[in-house]
T-cell receptor, first 114, second 111 residues
């Protein structure tokens, strides 16, 4: 597609439930990044994918967070047993490898844990 | 990656040039200067980047000092739609080298 697509755009879930967030990167972009942004805060890196592998998972805040990417394209970020502090906007970005000015962000998924 | 320092906020008059400073005194020779902005409720948007030379594109100009320890992003004719948080980031351009966002400068363009 023309841009990075994320779904759902908004998600309200109850504390303790699992959620899945989806990212469709730009076709041909091999690098994919997940970030999150809590209300009024800066962007926090979560994980980086090169193709289907994740050489950098250093930003995942706990083992409740996991992500996968299949076919070098779509990525899913899963949060298990959600907590209220997980409430944030989760942003996905993709780029051609080595082209940081080709870093294109999606509009994000706003997750609210109640 | 080198740390950057930006003012927390600044106001700008519509139609005037907006000059956004960034200090990166510990930048190393192979680190680029990148600027992104984030308009409310949207993902960050790439603006411009440079290494040593000044750069200009359809959105902005980037002025980098000769010692590379600071830079200025110039929006030549600010509009209300330029109201956003502007992030200055310095980093080595390499595969998998993620962007690290600081606090940025909150720019408010006023009529």
């Amino acid at each position: 597609g023309a841009g990075v697509s994320q779904s759902p755009s908004n998600k309200v879930t109850e504390k303790g439930k699992d959620v899945e967030l989806r990212c469709d990167p730009i076709s041909g972009h091999t690098a994919l990044y997940w970030y999150r942004q809590s209300l009024g805060q800066g962007l926090e890196f979560l994980i980086y994918f090169q193709g289907n592998s994740a050489p950098d998972k250093s930003g995942l805040p706990s083992d409740r967070f996991s992500a996968e990417r299949t076919g070098g394209s779509v990525s899913t970020l899963t949060i298990q047993r959600t907590q209220q502090e997980d409430s944030a906007v989760y942003l996905c970005a993709s780029s051609k490898e080595g082209q940081l000015y080709g870093y294109t962000f999606g509009s994000g998924t706003r997750l609210t844990v109640v | 990656d080198a740390k950057t320092t930006q003012p927390t906020s600044m106001d700008c008059a519509e139609g005037r040039a907006a000059n956004l400073p960034c200090n990166h005194s510990t930048i190393s020779g192979n680190e680029y200067v990148y600027w992104y902005r984030q308009i409310h409720s949207q993902g960050p948007q790439y603006i411009i980047h440079g290494l040593k030379n000044n750069e200009t594109n359809e959105m902005a100009s980037l002025i980098i000092t000769e010692d590379r320890k600071s830079s200025t992003l110039i929006l030549p004719h600010a509009t209300l739609r330029d109201t956003a948080v502007y992030y200055c980031i310095v980093r080595v351009e390499a595969a998998g080298n993620k962007l690290t966002f600081g606090g940025g400068t909150r720019v408010l363009v006023k009529p």
